[in-house]
């Protein structure tokens, strides 16, 4: 069956650092856009970063330049490198798989931003 398993959350101070990975299993990972959302305490969850099947990537306003999805099509796996985070990044971060009118979910990390 399809599993996205995502890992790499944890607590990190104002200025640092978090590589996300999801790893992906149960479907045809290649052919797929990926997608890694956030929800925040109170917040609706918002799309942070997508890369399509062919590599094309755009990112939420308030991430650019900060964060970077890329995906390994050998590995199945999709990851979010985190820098220079903020406290307003904390959050519970999310995959998604998607295509073909399907949508799958991981079950979230957390990722705390605080000194």
């Known amino acids: 069956q399809v599993q996205l398993v995502e890992s790499g959350g944890g607590l990190v101070q104002p200025g640092g650092s978090l590589r996300l990975s999801c790893a992906a299993s149960?479907?045809?990972?290649?052919?797929?856009?990926m997608s890694w959302y956030r929800q925040a305490p109170g917040k609706e969850r918002e799309l942070v970063a997508r890369?399509?099947?062919?590599?094309?990537?755009n990112y939420v306003d308030s991430v650019k330049g900060r964060f970077t999805i890329s995906r390994d099509n050998a590995k199945n796996t999709v990851y979010l490198q985190m820098n220079s985070l903020k406290p307003e990044d904390t959050a519970v971060y999310y995959c998604?798989?998607?295509?073909?009118?399907?949508?799958?979910w991981g079950q979230g990390t957390q990722v705390t931003v605080s000194s």
């Open positions: 998604k798989a998607e295509g073909f009118g399907y949508d799958y």
């Open positions: 149960g479907f045809t990972f290649s052919r797929y856009a």
């Open positions: 890369i399509t099947s062919v590599g094309r990537t």
